[in-house]
């Protein structure tokens, strides 16, 4: 079955130091990747995507994102983050042409981050 | 207005009660979902509409019923809730052409359900 896995549910981290948040996806022949950010009380936005060509992709607020294909994954990274950056983070995978229009997102993971 | 709205925002109601959530996008797309979001769990897809046709329904009680009357409009229709149903009711729309899309949805901020 199609899942998407992110194995951490809570990610503590000091202000200005790097972090890396993990997704991976069940094996398929094509894959289209998303991550979402949702800070309190709103929904989710767009932070970046992998549709095709190379393989790190950046985001918006700093962040980017390696596709793996050998290891089917995904991991988001900033290299330094802000207190703002405390919020949920959800991966999400469009699981090819026989998956249509359905997104699978992972459980998420919450960033919090301290000063 | 930009973007995908969401009206109410919160929401308290009765289990006996009759409410509806309402959902406008305004990006010209022509499929929206409604997805369940509630505490320690994944986001659930409920319905999807494509080209104002539902095209999925993923088992979601009777209690909830959707309607698109136009490819910028969703609503939700709530009857007899129970309190489990309490979750953040989350809308999301998309550009398809058909159906083989790389479906990057675009999400509105929610309505904050609240079943007493």
């Known amino acids: 079955a199609q899942s998407v896995t992110q194995l951490d549910s809570q990610v503590p981290v000091f202000e200005e130091a790097p972090v890396e948040l993990r997704c991976n996806y069940s094996?398929?022949?094509?894959?289209?990747l998303f991550w979402y950010v949702q800070y309190p009380n709103q929904g989710l936005q767009l932070l970046l995507k992998?549709?095709?060509?190379?393989?790190l992709v950046k985001g918006i607020n700093g962040f980017e994102a390696e596709f793996n294909k050998s290891q089917t994954s995904f991991h988001l990274r900033k290299p330094s983050v802000h207190i703002s950056d405390t919020a949920e983070y959800f991966c999400?995978?469009?699981?090819?042409?026989?998956?249509?229009?359905?997104?699978?997102f992972g459980s998420g993971t919450r960033l919090l981050v301290r000063p | 207005e930009t973007g995908v709205t969401q009206t109410p925002r919160h929401l308290v109601m009765g289990m006996t009660n009759k409410k509806s959530l309402k959902c406008e996008q305004h990006?010209?797309?022509?499929?929206m979902y409604w997805y369940k979001q509630s505490a320690k769990k994944p986001l659930e897809l409920m319905f999807v509409y494509s080209l104002e046709e539902r095209v999925e329904n993923n088992s979601v009680p009777s209690r909830f019923s959707p309607e698109c009357p136009n490819s910028s409009h969703l609503f939700l229709h709530l009857h007899t809730l129970q309190p489990e149903d309490s979750a953040l009711y989350l809308c999301?729309?998309?550009?398809?052409?058909?159906?083989?899309?790389?479906?990057?949805?675009?999400f509105g901020p929610g309505t904050r359900l609240t079943v007493l």
């Open positions: 999400a995978v469009n699981f090819g042409v026989d998956s249509s229009y359905k997104l699978i």
């Open positions: 999301a729309s998309s550009q398809e052409g058909d159906f083989r899309s790389y479906n990057e949805q675009f």
């Open positions: 990006l010209g797309h022509n499929a």
């Open positions: 094996s398929s022949v094509s894959v289209y």
């Open positions: 992998y549709l095709s060509g190379s393989t």
